[in-house]
């Protein structure tokens, strides 16, 4: 795998306190349901400068409109405006995504529990499909869609393999049959493809779950992310790293945004 950058690094050990309960240096928002960022601290080895600004992050929230959860995410730039260059096979192949680590298990959305690290993720990746259930252009084949928005929930863990101290979306063993959710595309890893259609509008991408999505809890915490992740050469364990972080809401990933959903009032 290409060297991961020092941001991954980061991500990598922090997620790792996180999941282990230690200490972390922590960063309280003014507003708990948002995330101010300074603009301008974006930093990338995967893209270009100039590329910077779509995913240089300057607010992440998470809002309850009615019976749905809203993600939000607004960078300086144009959000969703850069792609990966298609290179025309899966092995090597890029994902750029806008992510939403959070507090929530795993089994919230139908994953193994204490799994890791639950994550919304908004991404992009011209050279594969991995959302096998909807056709998400409308040309009828539901299988070349990979170059448009769209959504999932992942696993995040670190591994080494990946580059010290960085992080993979969960690999599945071959033979290991862990809970998965319905809408689970058939990857050998932690990933689902819920289907819910990221809005895209001047500097601000929007992803709405709906709160039964994930069984209606009373209050989790979240941050924010973006990042470029790589498929491995091998196509093999670990399958997908995150191989470069642009910019985390926090600037440590400590999740110190946090939502009051309202519990079981939610279903009301």
Known sequence: MTPVSHRSLIVGSVIAVVLTGGAALAFVPADPAEIKSPAGDAKATAIKPSTLAT?????????????????????????????????GKLA?????????????????????????TLALAATVHPDF??????????????ANDGDLWHSHWV??????????GA????????????????????????????????????????VSVPLKDVGFPASFAFDGVTAA??????V??????????FDIASRSLTLPGKIEVGGAGAKR
């Open 55 to 87: 995913f240089d992050l300057v607010q992440t929230a998470v809002r309850r409109e009615g019976t749905k959860l809203v993600f939000i995410e607004r960078v300086s730039g144009r959000a969703g405006a850069a792609r990966p260059t298609r290179i």
């Open 92 to 116: 090597g192949s890029d994902v750029y995504s806008y992510v939403w680590p959070t507090s929530l298990d795993p089994a919230a959305v139908g994953f193994e529990g204490k799994a890791g």
């Open 129 to 142: 499909d991995d959302t096998p259930k909807f056709d998400e252009n409308g040309d009828g084949d539901p």
């Open 155 to 164: 696993v995040l863990v670190p591994d080494d393999a990946c580059g010290k």
């Open 167 to 206: 992080l993979k979306v969960r690999d599945i063993p071959a033979g290991a049959k862990p809970a998965l959710p319905a809408t689970w595309p058939g990857l050998p890893i932690y990933i689902d493809s819920p289907g819910y259609e990221p809005e895209i509008a001047g500097p601000t991408i929007r």
């Open 229 to 234: 992740l790589r498929v491995n050469a091998s």
């Open 236 to 245: 093999h364990d670990p399958l997908l790293c995150v191989a470069d972080v």
